[in-house]
C-alpha cells in the first residue's frame, strides 16, 4: 500500500513539474549576432549608446526584430533597459521598452506575437514579469 501511494505521488510530482517547466518554455536571446549594416546602422542611429544586439522573430514572419540593451548592461548591479525594436519603412520603430536583469522571449503568444519574460532577480527564475503583445497600442505591455 506505501508502496503503491508513493509511486502514485512521485508521479503526481513528475507532472506538475513537467506543467510548470513547459508554462516558461522560452527562448534565451544571443546578442552580437551579425546584422545588415543597414540594420546596425538604423540601430545605431536611433540608441545613444553603444548597443549589444539580439536578432529574434517575434511573431514569426520570417524579419528579426531586434532587442537591444546598452553594450555595459551586464555590469551593472541595477537592472539594464531593453527596447524591442522592429525596421519598418527603412526606419527603426520602438516595440517596448522594458527594465529587467534579463529578457528571455516565450513560446507563448498574445495575437500572433511571442511573450517576453522580464526577470527581476538574476538568481530567482520565478520572479519575473510577462509582457504581451497589445495590438491597439502596437506595443508591447505588462500583462496583468
Excluded at 508554462?23 to 549608446?49: D, H, M
Aim: net charge neutral; aromatic share 10%; glycine share 4%.
Amino acid at each position: 500500500m506505501n508502496k503503491r501511494i508513493f509511486i502514485i505521488g512521485f508521479g503526481i510530482l513528475f507532472i506538475a513539474i513537467n506543467i510548470c517547466i513547459s508554462a516558461l518554455a522560452s527562448e534565451r536571446l544571443v546578442f552580437n549576432q551579425t546584422l545588415s549594416k543597414r540594420s546596425q546602422k538604423l540601430i545605431n542611429n536611433f540608441v545613444t549608446y553603444t548597443p549589444d544586439i539580439a536578432r529574434i522573430d517575434v511573431n514569426e514572419d520570417g524579419i528579426d526584430e531586434f532587442i537591444v540593451r546598452p553594450e555595459d548592461c551586464m555590469n551593472l548591479k541595477s537592472h539594464c533597459i531593453y527596447k524591442i525594436l522592429a525596421e519598418s519603412n527603412n526606419k527603426i520603430i520602438e516595440l517596448a521598452e522594458i527594465q529587467a536583469k534579463h529578457l528571455m522571449i516565450g513560446n507563448t503568444t498574445k495575437h500572433g506575437i511571442r511573450n517576453i519574460f522580464a526577470f527581476k532577480n538574476i538568481l530567482n527564475d520565478f520572479d519575473y514579469d510577462v509582457y504581451i503583445w497589445e495590438p491597439k497600442q502596437s506595443q508591447y505591455i505588462l500583462s496583468k
